[in-house]
């Protein structure tokens, strides 16, 4: 399946609007995670990841969960993240586990439980990285077990979940209607494949 440019424009404007998000989400955690722990903080997780269940949701092309969450990383990077080029490596790994889910569907479903189990993958993808970066004597089995579990949770309510919502909130906008998104679903409704969506 080729990108139209629209899709391409699409995810590197929400690419950068997550990226910057990310950045903001992250001088957060700082704080959080001092008052209250990095386990406990690591209920803030999902955020990291809603890049990519948004924009697969909308474009629903091979590679947009991935794609997204490395724009993303990389915009939080260069706009000046404390976490450093490892955002780029995190990226990474938490894209390559949402991608994970659309394609084991073929990427042909795109429910809320898919985009949620995108968001779960996306923290195991976070937490292979963070075992290979620290290693496993890094974590009691308790706070591994702990920060495993927190991370899922949130991945599927912060990462799935809030990138539905964000999407749907786009389309009654009415700026989504050229994308893959908004023609599936006037399919399904027997409304037909407009002209307009084969720009």
């Given at each position: 399946?080729?990108?139209?440019?629209?899709?391409?424009?699409?995810?590197?404007?929400?690419?950068?609007?997550?990226?910057?998000?990310?950045?903001?989400?992250?001088?957060?955690?700082?704080?959080?995670?001092?008052?209250?722990?990095?386990v406990g903080a690591e209920v803030m997780f999902g955020v990291w990841v809603v890049a990519s269940p948004l924009i697969a949701y909308i474009v629903r092309k091979p590679g947009a969960a991935l794609i997204a969450e490395l724009a993303a990383a990389a915009?939080?990077?260069?706009?000046?993240?404390?976490?450093?080029?490892?955002?780029?490596?995190?990226?990474f790994f938490q894209g390559l586990g949402a991608e994970l889910a659309f394609f084991l569907f073929g990427y042909k479903k795109y429910s809320l439980p898919v985009l949620m189990l995108s968001g779960v993958l996306a923290a195991v993808g976070s937490m292979i990285y963070s075992l290979?970066?620290?290693g496993f004597g890094y974590y009691t089995p308790g706070v591994l077990a702990a920060t495993f579990a927190l991370?899922?949770?949130s991945g599927a309510i912060l990462g799935g979940v809030l990138g539905k919502l964000i999407a749907e909130s786009l389309a009654k906008t009415g700026i989504l209607q050229q994308y893959e998104m908004m023609r599936q679903r006037r399919q399904q409704r027997g409304e037909g494949y407009d002209s307009v969506s084969r720009m």
């Amino acid at each position: 399946m080729s990108w139209k440019m629209r899709e391409v424009v699409l995810t590197v404007v929400l690419s950068i609007a997550c990226g910057v998000l990310y950045l903001g989400w992250s001088t957060l955690w700082l704080p959080i995670s001092a008052l209250i722990g990095p386990v406990g903080a690591e209920v803030m997780f999902g955020v990291w990841v809603v890049a990519s269940p948004l924009i697969a949701y909308i474009v629903r092309k091979p590679g947009a969960a991935l794609i997204a969450e490395l724009a993303a990383a990389a915009v939080e990077v260069f706009t000046g993240s404390h976490f450093g080029l490892s955002s780029l490596l995190i990226g990474f790994f938490q894209g390559l586990g949402a991608e994970l889910a659309f394609f084991l569907f073929g990427y042909k479903k795109y429910s809320l439980p898919v985009l949620m189990l995108s968001g779960v993958l996306a923290a195991v993808g976070s937490m292979i990285y963070s075992l290979l970066a620290n290693g496993f004597g890094y974590y009691t089995p308790g706070v591994l077990a702990a920060t495993f579990a927190l991370r899922i949770v949130s991945g599927a309510i912060l990462g799935g979940v809030l990138g539905k919502l964000i999407a749907e909130s786009l389309a009654k906008t009415g700026i989504l209607q050229q994308y893959e998104m908004m023609r599936q679903r006037r399919q399904q409704r027997g409304e037909g494949y407009d002209s307009v969506s084969r720009m």
